[in-house]
């Protein structure tokens, strides 16, 4: 009899804790501004399925996220997966969310529901979270902390942060009318939102991204070295000017020991882009650190704009105009960026170090520039950039007729349009492949099986490349290969066999355009003897009626 009473018991408790809602503000970034959105969680008896709502729609993304919020819940509180649980986003938009970084509130929100204990309301938490209940990183901080600050919450729950995402949040708090608090777990998080605990967490250096250390060396051709050296030097010159109280409170030292580490790993290993792209991020991040006290703004501005228009282009040649195509590049996106800048508000002075950190972009971009034209190569016959206006005019044909999806291809595509109607058809071409490669491949690699994906990422790795572009984009490839990112380098990998098809387009084109300068030559040589020979038969005939005269 005892034993059934206690059956009993576990049963009733089991349905109680079937029973219940909650609801909680979730930060979300909808356009480029900041926004809460009331997410309300339903328990019912059932058979363990969770339902979402229509409107607005929920992506696949966030749905993955609250599958594993949930099978954690259920396993930390020791209750069966025998719930039905429902979720409504409480909005007048009609739009789509979507992003992990709900997975940390999601979790705490059925943990109200279990517990019967109600999620603080002076208090918002955002982070993505893994089965283990790790709180990971996500986009959008800024945006996000500052609605909860204009919302007049108290505190501010974050994953660790990056550098630039903790001091923006540092400005963002510098009132004290808002703390901000990073977690590491879920369970951290539950002690402050739901047991109402204060809680100490010893403070660490900024988020570094993790690199696999034990990763194989990039066994292609490196060509990019001394570009990923330099780079790295400019960094090293920008964290010599933080300040010092800053660089300490914020345990610097072990951050930047760590980041340069990494980048130097990666040289050494033969990935350089990818050693040189982390430095050229570093970089803007850390210039922007150094200036956090003054963040002079129009000052950048004009250094950089005065940079790019007395910024001298080489003469272009048959061996540099891949070179040159990479500066026309870099200066073009250099110019949207600044003309960016200008256009932002920066009345706040978190705002105003948002937009120092573009403007920073614009000045990485204008020194990589630089650094191309220093290693350019002197050699080569002198060609005519002009003779790939029609290649230039094709590929920018094909690039608008891709299905552009996103803000990124959009100013791919823009600069592409810039840099044609300027004549700087090398760099509008690169830019052009860029959108068409990396539209079209994104389709493709969405349809496709892992297998089909794996044989495709090894004919792509055994491709043999002549141009120096192709060279540069698949060794990055090939390094987010070793990362596991393979959708991301199937793209890039596609991207460099573009750039190495094209390369032979203009050189073919380049050399055309001397064919066609000989053929005019010799048949200006031909006129021009001809010319001379009927001015020789009119002397000869004068000299001769001269001589009869006389």
Known sequence: ???????????????????????HYLPAIVGDQ??????????????????????????????????????????????????????????????????????????????????????????????????????????????????????????????????YDRVMLRMVSEDKEMVVIEV??????????????????????????????????????????????????????QIEEIDQELYEEEMLGEYYSKLIGNQQMLLDKGYEF?????????????GTVANYNSLDLPDLETDVEQC??????????????????????????AKMKIDDVKEMNSSLREDRFYAFYEGKYAEAWFMIANMLLADSPETGKEVDENSLKGISEQYLSLARGSSISNVDMLRHLKNAENLHSEG?????????????????SSENVAEMDDWILDLELEEFKNT??????????????SFLVEEGNKEEAYRLYSFAQGLEEAHDEMLGAFEIKEENETKEDCLMCGVVGAVLAVILIFATLLSIRLIFWR
């Not at 009899?1 to 609801?23: W, Y």
């Not at 490349?465 to 192709?470: A, E, P, Q, T």
């Open 424 to 440: 700087k058809y090398v760099g509008a071409i690169i830019d052009s492949v860029y959108v068409i490669r990396m539209t079209n």
């Open 34 to 163: 900041g926004k809460l959105i009331n997410i309300s969680m339903e328990f019912k008896n059932g058979s363990g399925d969770v339902f979402v709502s229509i409107y607005p729609e929920i992506g696949l993304s966030t749905q993955e996220s609250v599958k594993t919020a949930l099978a954690y819940t259920f396993e930390y509180e020791g209750v069966n997966e025998g719930c039905d649980v429902f979720i409504k986003a409480h909005t007048e938009d009609r739009g789509h969310l979507d992003g992990p970084s709900g997975g940390a509130a999601f979790a705490i929100m059925s943990m109200s529901v279990l517990e019967e204990k109600p999620v603080r309301e002076d208090a918002m938490i955002t982070g993505s979270m893994d089965e283990n209940g790790y709180i990971g990183a996500v986009g959008g901080l800024y945006e996000k902390a500052k609605i909860a600050k204009e919302s007049g919450l108290d505190y501010f729950i974050t994953p660790r942060q990056s550098l």
């Open 184 to 237: 590491e777990n879920i369970s951290q998080a539950r002690e402050f939102l739901l047991e109402r605990n204060e809680i100490e967490i010893e403070k660490s250096s900024p988020l570094v991204e993790e690199i696999n250390t034990d990763l194989e060396a990039y066994e292609g051709e490196r060509v990019f070295g001394n570009v990923t050296r330099k780079t790295m030097e400019l960094l090293e010159g």
């Open 274 to 286: 990818s050693a040189a792209n982390s430095a050229f991020l570093a970089y803007a991040e850390a």
């Open 308 to 333: 790019i228009e007395n910024f001298r282009m080489q003469k272009i040649t048959e061996d540099n105009f891949e070179w040159v195509g990479g500066e026309e590049l870099r200066l073009g996106w």
């Open 464 to 477: 043999q490349r002549d141009s120096f572009w192709s060279n540069v984009y698949a060794s990055h490839a």
């Open 1 to 23: 009899m005892r034993r059934l009473v206690i059956f009993l018991m576990v049963v009733a408790n089991l349905f109680a804790a079937c029973n219940g809602t909650a609801s």
